[in-house]
């Protein structure tokens, strides 16, 4: 149990759905984290948040849209995405920003027909 | 830029047999390092780091040291299980301004077999 959880676990989308994915760090964490991880690539950074202000966006598609209500919650907004955007995308969190341990959670499997 | 190379898997290793898994790195600064490990269905746990050159990060049995001179991060153990079959990642941190963040290999599938 590492104290991230992630909703849902697996999801199926046509590319003209709008779905959300949810993140929820149960550790009193300050920053976090969307990572993609698609097959044979390097895990890939997306949207940072520290105390709930977004630090980094790595040139993600506007098609993502990410959300922090608050440091527990973190949301990735998903609309008219691509089969290429089909991977698992995983949220994590640290105490601080930096050197300090990521924390992941399971990650959800996201295919887009 | 930063960047982290793993060897490539899949690797398959006995029961009992030794394993290192190389990892080197590119960085501007002096960063630190990390490995991840990746069970079936899991999200990334934390393996072990370090922290500076020299510095020799250790859990479960895994060991790996910091070596600045050939910029290098080899994770090893002595012995492996059935049960450390999973996916393995080397990955850097570098302070950048407070705008830190961990940058990733590949990742290496490791299956061990009885």
């Known amino acids: 149990e590492t104290g991230v959880t992630q909703t849902p676990r697996h999801l199926v989308m046509g590319m003209t759905n709008k779905k959300s994915l949810k993140c929820e760090q149960h550790l009193g964490h300050n920053a976090m984290y969307w990572y993609k991880q698609s097959a044979k690539k390097p895990l890939e950074l997306m949207f940072v948040?520290?105390?709930?202000?977004?630090?980094e966006n790595n040139s993600v598609p506007s098609r993502f849209s990410p959300e922090c209500p608050n440091s527990s919650h973190l949301f990735l907004h998903l609309h008219t995405l691509q089969p290429e955007d089909s991977a698992l995308y995983l949220c994590a969190s640290s105490q601080r920003l930096g050197t300090d341990t990521q924390y992941f959670g399971p990650g959800t499997r996201l295919t887009v027909l | 830029g930063n960047s982290v190379t793993q060897m490539e898997g899949p690797v398959t290793l006995s029961e009992e047999a030794f394993l290192t898994i190389n990892c080197t790195y590119t960085?501007?600064?002096?960063?630190?390092l990390f490995w991840y490990v990746q069970y079936p269905g899991e999200g990334l746990q934390l393996l072990l780091k370090?922290?500076?050159?020299?510095d020799k990060g250790s859990n479960k049995g895994f060991e790996a040291t910091y070596r600045k001179e050939t910029t290098s991060f080899h994770l090893e153990k002595g012995s492996v299980q059935v049960s450390d079959s999973a996916v393995y990642f080397c990955a850097l941190s570098l302070s950048n301004f407070g705008n830190e963040k961990l940058t990733f290999g590949t990742g290496t599938r490791l299956t061990i077999i009885p």
């Open positions: 948040y520290n105390f709930k202000e977004q630090t």
């Open positions: 370090a922290t500076k050159a020299d």
């Open positions: 960085a501007t600064g002096y960063p630190s």
